[in-house]
């Protein structure tokens, strides 16, 4: 779904648009992370796809617009600055979020630490959205 939702998100992606398309995305993402956490475990895994499905559509319009945004700010002679810029954040947030996952799972009961690790990642993304929405303009054609 994020590769659909990349490819979808690249065709209508303009400079007014973005900010929409990243607080959608991150709405959706968020949706997605708060049913997975109150999902109940069940021994059909298969259940929880739709669920993941939204996720990546959800990750897949915030990725790219969110990548747009940044790449095309920068000036043209800066790019591969912000390109390493872009990757170190990544991976900055990648580790932060392994550490919080690892100290919820060493500090919360092991079936509930999944659970508040999802619900606060999902309230994180819908601020992430409402943050995009400050840097909206009206959509244009």
Partial sequence: MAAVAAWLTGRLA???WTAWLC???CAALS???YAAAIWP????PARIVPILMVCGLGF???QVSNNRN???SAPVAR???AGGLQGMARLVGQTSGVLVVTLLFSGAASAGAPRIGLA???VLTLVAGLISLLHAKAPRA
């Avoid at 475990?41 to 059909?44: D, I, K, T, V």
């Fill in 14 to 16: 303009r400079p007014s």
């Fill in 120 to 122: 606060f990642g999902a």
């Fill in 31 to 33: 949706a997605g992370l």
């Fill in 41 to 44: 475990l069940a021994p059909a």
């Fill in 70 to 72: 940044m790449f095309l």
């Fill in 23 to 25: 607080a959608a995305g």
């Fill in 79 to 81: 790019s591969g600055a």
């Fill in 60 to 62: 897949g319009l915030f």
